[in-house]
């Protein structure tokens, strides 16, 4: 299973249908921002690091949209 079809699942498990209150779906997008942002700065912060590299092709790749998808739905 990719990591994209994990976060899917995750997404359809415990958020999809929560999100009917605008105020409830804003702060849910503040905390997804808030984790990418963290993502991104240790991916910045630890280039020679083969975890964090392997996160940084995650992210870079299909977590992007992903995250771009469920900020369309919110």
């Given amino acids: 299973i990719f990591i994209l079809e994990l976060i899917s699942m995750q997404w359809q498990n415990s958020i999809a249908g929560i999100c ?3 105020q409830l779906c804003d702060k849910l997008k503040d905390f997804f921002q808030i984790q990418l942002n963290w993502a991104y ?11 964090w590299h392997q ?8 977590l992007k949209f992903r995250i771009s998808e469920i900020y369309f739905i919110i």
């Fill in 41 to 51: 700065a240790q991916i910045d912060a630890n280039p020679n690091n083969e975890y």
């Fill in 55 to 62: 996160v940084s092709s995650n992210i870079k790749t299909e």
């Fill in 20 to 22: 009917t209150d605008k």
